[in-house]
């Protein structure tokens, strides 16, 4: 009858100390998680940034092509009249 108590209890010992290693694993897996969620949603907002700052400059640049022409075709009338 002894016998069958220690088996258990060392059984019992073992599982409880897997048990205790293996939640301090998922803590840290969690928190690590979290830390790359956090890093994403950072990198997902300079995208998004980056986006709009282009779309900005692409703006920009079409209004500058378009003024280029303007001033082109006006040099062109100028030499013409010249």
């Known amino acids: 009858m002894r016998s069958k108590f220690y088996v258990v209890s060392v059984m019992f010992i073992i599982v409880l100390v897997l048990n205790i290693t293996l939640n301090n694993t998922l803590d840290k ?8 969620i956090d890093q994403y949603l950072d990198l997902s907002e300079k995208y998004t940034e980056c986006q709009m700052e282009n779309s900005v400059i692409l703006d920009e640049v079409l209004r500058l092509e378009e003024e280029n022409q303007i001033l082109g075709s006006y040099a062109a009338s100028q030499a013409i009249k010249d």
């Not at 897996?29 to 790359?36: M, R």
């Open 29 to 36: 897996v969690q928190e690590k998680n979290t830390n790359l």
